[in-house]
């Protein structure tokens, strides 16, 4: 039987992008927090992939990022 506090394969994929996005756009996690509204520790974990987050905080994230929502799940391949 599947644990659902176990970490599932979109949300690394969601975090190891955001991570990459935040970074390339040379972004402090605490930047994105406050462009998002959301408190810095929220993003910190979201961004270890140890939150299954809301639609609605994907969009304040992507927003703050300046990205579609699409690229937050796009995996690398289809990046390519």
């Known amino acids: 039987m599947h644990n659902p506090t ?5 949300q690394q ?3 190891t992008n955001m991570r990459r996005i ?3 756009k040379k972004l402090t996690q605490e930047n994105v927090a406050e462009a998002a509204d959301l408190h810095p520790n929220y993003i910190s974990s979201v961004e270890r992939g140890q939150r299954n987050i809301s639609i609605c905080n994907i969009a304040r994230i992507a927003d703050a990022l300046g990205v579609s929502m699409g690229d937050l799940v796009a995996r690398p391949e289809d990046k390519a």
């Open 22 to 24: 935040r970074l390339e």
């Open 6 to 10: 176990q970490k599932c394969g979109a």
């Open 13 to 15: 994929l969601f975090a």
